[in-house]
T-cell receptor
Framework: DGGITQSPKYLFRKEGQNVTLSCEQN?????MYWYRQDPGQGLRLIYY???????QKGDIAEGYSVSREKKESFPLTVTSAQKNPTAFYLC?????????????FGEGSWLTVV | RKEVEQDPGPFNVPEGATVAFNCTYS??????FFWYRQDCRKEPKLLMS???SGNEDGRFTAQLNRASQYISLLIRDSKLSDSATYLC????????????FGKGTMLLVSP
């Protein structure tokens, strides 16, 4: 089945630790995105990538880092510099960044700081 | 003014009711529009795209008014399974293409 796979689904992090969330897609999409969603809030863009080896900061990039070494993969690292990382993280992809293309989401990763 | 603004909700309706959600957007250069459905603790899923001429998919009808920068979603004959949060999504091409999400409106359909 084609789709977007995120892992892990649930993750607990100790304060001061970096963690990496995995996102893999087999849809042959060029554009990939990371969003964060807090309870009762809308989705906020962390980083996006329109092509391999290129990525751009979104609205809330501080404390996060990404890489895009392969078309299929767009991992997100939540660093210790992110002061309030507990949230629902959603990876998404689109065929391209053209305006008519719909966006598809992975099932999400729940990150909790303990 | 927020970029994409939706009715705050929640909307509580009985089964069989008709319910309408409204969404306004601030960027007149916005080019494409979508409604997504998000179940509790799940990822958003595409419900329907919104076309200038309006479009219908079964019990769901989407309308776009570019002059007023307004999008609507109408659900007829509500089912219990329609209970979810409905997200308005606007795509604006500003050098690079960006998607802006509304905060969503929660719908609760009761027996």
């Amino acid at each position: 089945d084609g789709g977007i796979t995120q892992s892990p689904k649930y993750l607990f992090r100790k304060e001061g630790q970096n963690v990496t969330l995995s996102c893999e897609q087999n849809l042959n999409h060029d554009a990939m995105y990371w969003y964060r969603q807090d309870p009762g809030q809308g989705l906020r863009l962390i980083y996006y990538s329109q092509i391999v080896n290129d990525f751009q900061k979104g609205d809330i990039a501080e404390g996060y880092s990404v890489s895009r070494e392969k078309k299929e993969s767009f991992p997100l690292t939540v660093t210790s510099a992110q002061k309030n990382p507990t949230a629902f993280y959603l990876c998404a992809s689109r065929l391209s960044s053209g305006t008519g293309n719909t966006i598809y989401f992975g099932e999400g990763s729940w990150l909790t700081v303990v | 003014r927020k970029e994409v603004e939706q009715d705050p909700g929640p909307f509580n309706v009985p089964e069989g009711a008709t319910v309408a959600f409204n969404c306004t957007y601030s960027n007149s250069a916005s080019q494409s529009f979508f409604w997504y459905r998000q179940d509790c603790r799940k990822e958003p899923k595409l419900l329907m795209s919104v076309y200038s001429s309006g479009n219908e998919d079964g019990r769901f009808t989407a309308q776009l008014n570019r002059a007023s920068q307004y999008i609507s979603l109408l659900i007829r004959d509500s089912k219990l399974s329609d209970s979810a949060t409905y997200l308005c999504v606007v795509n604006t091409n500003s050098g690079y293409s960006t998607l802006t999400f509304g905060k969503g409106t929660m719908l609760l359909v009761s027996p």
